[in-house]
């Protein structure tokens, strides 16, 4: 099948939505773009701002104009949305494709299946992998994206051109593109994000609940606030990824349990040489990953 990618539907109007639209305007590759959502705050906002050039709350005239529908909402609600979306894809003479942004990937999978009972062939699940602790189609960014890696889970039954639409267009951000099987991805996400902000979390709410809470954060350096900077991201998206990737997100916690326990055991027996062993692979290891990200995003002539 054919497609165009001339109009893109943007669905939930914030950061990534309104960076994606803002980055599509400026390589050229969609010439209009159309917000949705059930409010019109943040839509109007974009209209004000230049983001996109109309909105409209009516999913069914959304679905009728645009080639391309990016669902830009939290997890749980792009799920849901998909299973509203879907449907009416069938009752459409124009044949859009649907994509996301959601950081996990198995659930908009089975919401998808769930509905339709089986892999749609022109929907192409997404995820950037960027972002920022700000929030809002304010904080959007065209160059959010640039030299970074934007992961699709291409499923059998995927229409390889729509397929390929979706990877053009997130090229055109300046992005780079992989493909991952889609528990791959919640596996690997799971441990190198999830994880992490789940930790960042934990320890900020510990260590105010403590009763030394105030000098505590009085006297917090510069490597408390590099490690706990994410624990400022917003608490219902990573709620609902927490939720959503349930599964491998437990794996992941209870591997590094076991590993914390592992050095806690050291630390309480004065095991010197197992606690430099540990934290010099640590270091070797973030080291290599620091000039690999430096190499990576060294611009080029």
């Known amino acids: 099948m054919k497609y165009s990618n001339d109009t893109v539907a943007i669905l939930g109007l914030g950061l990534i939505g309104g960076s994606l639209a803002r980055s599509l305007r400026a390589s050229g590759f969609s010439q209009r773009f159309i917000g949705y959502g059930h409010r019109d705050k943040s839509l109007r906002r974009g209209v004000e701002l230049g ?51 959601a950081s996990v990937k198995g659930n908009m999978r089975d919401a998808a299946i769930e509905v339709m009972g089986a892999m749609p062939p022109q929907l192409v699940l997404g995820h950037p992998i960027a972002g920022s602790e700000r929030s809002g189609v304010d904080a959007s960014d065209p160059d959010l994206f640039v030299n970074h890696r934007v992961i699709l889970t291409p499923e059998e039954g995927n229409d390889p051109a729509a397929v390929e639409v979706i990877r053009s267009m997130w090229a055109s ?25 789940i930790l960042a979390y934990a320890l900020v709410d510990a260590l105010a609940q403590s009763s030394a809470s105030t000098d505590i954060f009085r006297f917090a350096a510069g490597g408390f606030r590099d490690f706990t900077r994410i624990a400022s991201s917003d608490p219902a998206m ?16 209870d591997s590094f349990s076991a590993h914390l326990d592992t050095l806690r055991q050291a630390v309480q027996a004065g095991e010197a040489e197992q606690l430099f062993a540990t934290f010099s692979r640590a270091k070797q290891a973030r080291d290599e990953f620091a000039a690999t990200l430096a190499e990576r995003n060294r611009p080029t002539e």
């Open 173 to 197: 951000t300046g992005a780079e593109v992989v493909d991952m099987a889609v528990d791959d991805h919640d596996a690997v996400l799971a441990a190198t994000s999830h994880l992490p902000h």
């Open 238 to 253: 990573w709620r609902d990824i927490s939720i959503a990737n349930r599964s491998a997100l437990l794996d992941s916690i």
């Open 51 to 101: 983001v996109i050039d109309e909105f409209t709350l009516d999913l069914d005239e959304l679905i009728e104009r645009a080639d391309i529908l990016v669902v830009c909402a939290p997890t749980l609600i792009a799920a849901d949305m998909l299973r509203q979306i879907l449907p009416r894809l069938g009752q459409s003479a124009r044949p859009a494709i649907v994509t996301d942004v």
